[in-house]
């Protein structure tokens, strides 16, 4: 009993591990907006961005710190182990019993100091450098903000993807098995003697072709599967369906939404604000510096203990108002602004060749889309017509009117449509994508 209790045992937790690893393979269904929600929160390049804005912020509270006073604590403690001299003249030594050397100091010293400073006047040197450090911050935002659309539309692609390689995968499975119905037919009316051999052997070629684009098609699912959860980073399917992606709207209200709504242009944006301020950190380093600062000093001097005597000792405090203006560098600050203009133009420059750039790729996906959707007409079209034309040829067939070898030729007209069909649509979803992507958040409108 004990020795039939310990095998069920084991194949109960065996049949149990077996489904959960079989649980654990199947992948689970979600809609595209899911897809995304994974695809933004796995993604590296979105953290790298994220680390990116957060170094920025650490840039900016460096910058700001400047305004604030600074407090600098110091301390030594020396053990002359020999200690220093001062030589005398000849003539002076009579004065110390004729020595020419003396020793300075004791066996041991301390000193220490606090000392605090702040800034009074920089001549735009700080206010320039956080308006700087301000600017990178809002670029890095929106460039993070651009990567998040990236990902989006790489999530995107990936999904659609998915949806086209299972329904071509659909198709070659459905036109595997019409065309074994029709290779099983004509092999019976051979042996009837109602069909040619040709027939037959034509209709057996055909199914042998079709084996190996099933085997194909189901490659191609699998692989855009491992593709779509690398972008989500699980294991995941699509939930939606293939159908028609919607329209662009109009052209002209897409680029004024561009212009507005960008995360490139305005990272651009922030990247010439920054230039700017860079401009006038340059020019501030001609003016002059004004520095209050006070310092509380403690000293002592001593022989033979560790510690100093309370009559060995010395404090000391002082306080000081400096200005400090820079009469000639070397050319340093004329040299540094002439290069922080031309990095403030070639920004400005940068901004408007994006800016046109991103008006044609608004229009250029405009109408990629409306191509898309022209050519996905069509594609129904001929899908409906390729229907009627193998319906008419199994009806022809049946009949007696027709033969197997029209049959095939409906079959493989019909199964090309429906391939076509599913690439139509395919292209609608990934040219409403890039669209989506041209004109940035909110995307385009139908």
């Known amino acids: 009993m004990m020795k039939r209790a310990m095998w069920c045992a084991a194949v109960l937790c065996w049949t149990t591990a ?5 649980a654990a393979s199947v992948p689970t269904p979600v809609t595209l907006a899911e897809a995304v929600r994974l695809a933004l929160a ?4 979105v953290q790298q961005a994220s680390q990116g804005v957060a170094a920025a912020e650490a ?10 006073p600074t407090l600098d604590l110091g301390a030594e403690y020396t053990a002359n182990l020999k200690k220093p001299v001062m030589f005398l003249p000849a003539d002076m030594a009579v004065a110390f019993g004729g020595a020419t050397k ?9 000193l220490g100091a606090l000392t605090a400073r702040i800034n009074l006047w920089t001549a735009g040197r700080l206010s320039s450098s956080a308006g700087a450090a301000r600017g990178w911050l809002d670029a890095s935002r929106f460039r993070e903000q651009a990567v998040r659309d990236y990902v989006r539309y790489a999530a995107t692609s990936a999904y659609y993807d998915v949806l086209l390689a299972e329904a071509e995968l659909a198709n070659a499975e459905l036109a595997l098995a019409e065309t074994g119905e029709a290779a099983r037919l004509a092999q019976l009316g051979l042996a009837q003697g109602t069909i040619s051999r040709f027939d037959s052997l034509r209709a057996e070629v055909e199914l042998a072709n079709h084996r190996p684009r099933l085997v194909q098609a189901r490659n191609r699912r699998d692989l855009s599967r491992l593709a779509l959860a690398r972008v989500c980073g699980a294991e995941v399917a699509p939930a939606d369906s293939l159908d028609a992606a919607a329209g662009p709207g109009d052209i002209e209200s897409l680029v004024a939404r561009m212009r507005e709504g960008s995360p490139e242009l305005k990272a ?16 501030a380093a001609r003016g002059p510096v004004v520095q209050l600062s006070a310092n509380y000093a403690l000293q002592g001097q ?5 510690l100093p005597g309370t009559d060995e000792t010395a404090a000391s405090s002082q306080a000081a108002l400096a200005i400090q203006f820079p009469i000639f560098d070397g050319g340093r600050a004329r040299a540094d602004i002439g290069a922080a203009r031309a990095e403030l133009q070639s920004a400005r420059l940068e901004l408007a060749r994006a800016l046109r750039d991103q008006e044609l790729a608004v229009r250029q996906a405009a109408l990629s889309l409306e191509n898309a959707l022209a050519a996905l007409d069509g594609a129904q079209q001929n899908v409906r017509l390729a229907q009627e034309t193998y319906r008419l040829a199994v009806v022809r067939l049946e009949s007696g009117v027709g033969t197997p070898l029209e049959r095939l030729d409906a079959e493989l007209a019909l199964s090309t449509a429906r391939a076509h069909l599913a690439t139509a649509l395919h292209a609608s979803h990934l040219a409403r994508a ?13």
């Open 18 to 22: 077996t489904s959960w690893a079989a």
């Open 42 to 45: 796995s993604d590296e390049t």
């Open 302 to 306: 001593w022989d033979d203990d560790l």
């Open 102 to 110: 003396l020793e300075m100091g004791g066996d041991f010293e301390l």
């Open 434 to 446: 890039a669209l989506e992507l041209a004109v940035g958040p909110g995307g385009s409108a139908s």
């Open 59 to 68: 840039q900016v509270a460096a910058a700001r710190s400047g305004r604030m």
């Open 268 to 283: 651009l944006s922030a990247v010439v604000n920054a230039r700017e301020q860079q401009v006038r950190l340059a020019g």
